[in-house]
């Protein structure tokens, strides 16, 4: 049974920091996409960053242009993907979701997600 944990959410003021984590399980994630996507109340999903597979155990990041500069996006090792988020805004406030998808598809869309963990609240105060 395939199964994503994402957790560190919590509350920070605004220009600080959390790590979200995400960890999966059920199957082995080498060549899988592995993103973080994030929903406010009331606003569409969007995503945030991803880490697909570029051959050997490399991965390639990508960032929504909203968080480059502050979130890195880290593939720790296959089945495990690790998003560090600096300099938070208020405008950060979202459920965030880390998700795997297999390799080729696009990176930014949700549809092209095969697995979702269940979200983790973070919330910065401004």
């Known amino acids: 049974q395939v199964q994503l944990v994402d957790s560190g959410g919590g509350l920070v003021q605004a220009g600080g920091s959390l790590r979200l984590s995400c960890a999966a399980s059920g199957r082995t994630f080498t060549t899988y996409t592995m993103g973080w996507f994030r929903q406010a109340p009331g606003k569409d999903r969007e995503f945030v960053a991803a880490t697909s597979w570029s051959g050997g155990s490399s991965y390639s990041p990508d960032y929504a242009d909203s968080v480059k500069g502050r979130f890195t996006i880290y593939r720790v090792h296959a089945n495990t993907s690790l998003l560090q988020m600096n300099s938070l805004k208020p405008e950060d406030s979202a459920v965030y979701s880390c998700?795997?998808?297999?390799?080729?598809?696009?990176?930014?869309?949700?549809?092209?997600?095969?697995?979702w963990g269940q979200g983790t609240q973070v919330t910065v105060s401004s």
């Open positions: 998700a795997a998808g297999a390799s080729g598809r696009s990176k930014s869309a949700a549809n092209d997600y095969d697995y």
